[in-house]
């Protein structure tokens, strides 16, 4: 399986928040999020990057395979109760420690599309919408159809972020 998803900048979340209630979006749960992002630092892992998130006083682990682009992934994730121990063998496996990345999360389900309406620390609001895949689907082609619904939105394509949290907030350090 694969995740495939489309991010967007939001400049009026209550009118989002609006659009989602009209079109009958369903309300899953609001969460916190701490990541704490590594990133390959060698030739073999250089299309990949690994987080350890803090959710509701659980550790889980997830390692990213980037495909065509940063939001289009092969994704592993398992629970750990050795948080420590997660970071040291991943540092031993050739990751660096990145970043630090916090934000919450409201969650939202529709149809086979997950929608999380996220507050970043440092970086503001924004929207991902996800849909998980088998590999064989044509990621780009599941790119349109997300693309379709943030239209729904009102949302364009000129507020689509190609880059994850960890890049936008670099970004903004630079």
Request: hydrophobic share 40%; aromatic share 8%.
């Amino acid at each position: 399986m694969k995740e495939v998803e489309v991010k967007a900048k939001i400049n009026n979340v209550d009118s989002i928040r609006k659009n989602l209630n009209k079109i009958g979006v369903e309300f899953f749960k609001k969460t916190t999020q701490s990541d704490e992002v590594y990133i390959g630092n060698k030739t073999n892992l250089s299309k990949m990057s690994a987080r350890i998130r803090l959710e509701n006083n659980i550790y889980t682990l997830t390692v990213k395979e980037k495909l065509s682009n940063i939001l289009d992934n092969n994704e592993y994730e398992f629970v750990t109760t050795k948080p420590k121990d997660t970071a040291k063998l991943l540092i031993a496996l050739g990751f660096k420690r990145l970043i630090k990345v916090k934000k919450v999360r409201t969650l939202y389900k529709y149809k086979k599309l997950s929608i999380c309406l996220d507050q970043v620390a440092g970086l503001g609001n924004y929207i991902e919408v996800e849909k998980i895949v088998n590999e064989s689907v044509d990621s780009q082609v599941v790119q349109k159809e997300i693309c379709k619904f943030l239209e729904k939105l009102g949302l364009t394509k000129n507020d689509q972020v190609i880059a994850a949290y960890f890049e936008l907030i670099l970004r903004k350090k630079i």
